[in-house]
């Protein structure tokens, strides 16, 4: 669609060649493009439709995983490779729901980085926005998988995104301005999360994406309309340790009081509690009670990476499309749930079909005073 826009004359011969698919491909594309209404007419008319924009990281995803982790030795398991990277999975989860959205991001020139922009490609994510760097490899991310499928270390190489600064933001500026929805992680800079603030774009969703990085966000919670911070991330955001109910409640309330429209607040096999600044709710997948602060009980899992995306994902998804937060919390529950079980970082059959399936699994109750 970008390069319609740039060229509402181009023919399917030239789209296959910049794009670098077969023209039976761009056949299919535009086809589904105009069944979808994003095309109106010859001469690819285009449709003016509300879209998201999501800025971060992109990057590859290298997991390893083994029965048992012995020190100093090379260890017998399993190495997989696949996109990723926080704002790039989000894009895919929103793209794989029909929704169109940009990615604005930035990879390095080579393997790695022609290997993510295929696989956006691949997934209809508008990516004629990433800066493509010859001085920096593309980000890396490897992270070690504990037996349960829960991230037990990691180690991410991401100097490419600092290439995603105050300046590449301002050249985009009125992109942002314009989009139905923003999503935007930490891995940000300061002074890029300050420039995305500065479009005055109403509705931004962050993703603290670490205890660490977490900080970044706080002196812009204010502009902010949502963000999903976990245990970690919450106390970073607000000193309130996250140990019982009644602390989960005072960090919703203190971030609400800073200015934040919704809050989701991920207390991991114990759920998910969200709020609109009237309602808290709960929302967590039916198994049988344990011990947990909020009586979750720990799932077998092949993978937890790329979890908490795909949950800001059907979030954002829920806000374009104005579901009530109950409704889009209950499904984003369900995606992630449903994510847990492959081991790419996205799962492969993830769409609605599944996610709507997902829902009789998900409890959902609304939390009294």
């Not at 105009?34 to 998201?52: Q, W």
Request: one cysteine or more; charged letters at 20%; proline letters at 3%.
């Amino acid at each position: 669609m970008a390069l319609i826009r740039q060229n509402p004359q181009i023919c399917q011969k030239d789209l296959a060649k910049r794009l670098g698919i077969e023209r039976s491909s761009v056949a299919v594309h535009i086809a589904n493009l105009t069944r979808k209404g994003f095309i109106r007419g010859k001469g690819y008319i285009l449709d003016s439709v509300p879209y998201v924009a999501v800025v971060g990281a992109a990057n590859m995803d290298i997991s390893g995983r083994s029965g048992g982790l012995v020190d100093r030795e090379s260890n017998i398991g399993r190495i997989r490779l696949s996109a990723g990277g926080v704002a790039r999975n989000i894009a895919e989860v929103i793209a794989r729901l029909d929704i169109p959205v940009s990615l604005l991001s930035a990879v390095g020139d080579d393997a790695h980085g022609q290997s993510i922009l295929e696989e956006c490609r691949r997934q209809a994510i508008d990516i004629s926005r990433v800066h493509q760097d010859s001085s920096l490899p593309t980000s890396i991310y490897m992270a070690f998988l504990a037996a349960d499928g829960d991230m037990q270390v990691a180690v991410n190489d991401m100097a490419v995104a600092g290439r995603i600064d105050a300046h590449y933001i301002r050249q985009h500026r009125n992109f942002i301005k314009n989009a139905a929805v923003v999503v935007v992680d930490a891995n940000l800079s300061e002074a890029a999360l300050e420039a995305v603030m500065e479009t005055g774009q109403p509705r931004i969703l962050a993703d603290p994406v670490s205890a660490i990085k977490a900080a970044r966000l706080k002196p812009w919670l204010s502009a902010l309309y949502a963000v999903k911070p976990n245990r970690a991330e919450a106390e970073v955001l607000t000193g309130i340790k996250v140990d019982s109910r009644a602390a989960a409640v005072a960090v919703i309330r203190d971030l609400h009081q800073q200015g934040l429209q919704q809050v989701y607040l991920s207390l991991g096999a114990d759920g998910v509690l969200a709020s609109d600044g009237q309602k808290i709710w709960l929302a967590h997948i039916k198994r049988p009670a344990s011990a947990g602060l909020l009586g979750g009980v720990e799932p077998v899992m092949a993978n937890t990476t790329g979890c908490g995306d795909v949950f800001l994902a059907v979030i954002a998804t829920g806000l374009y499309r104005a579901l009530p937060l109950a409704e889009a919390l209950e499904l984003a529950v369900a995606a992630a749930d449903l994510n847990t079980r492959s081991e790419a970082t996205i799962h492969e059959q993830l769409g609605l079909d599944l996610i709507l399936a997902g829902r009789k699994d998900v409890q959902i109750e609304e939390l009294m005073d």
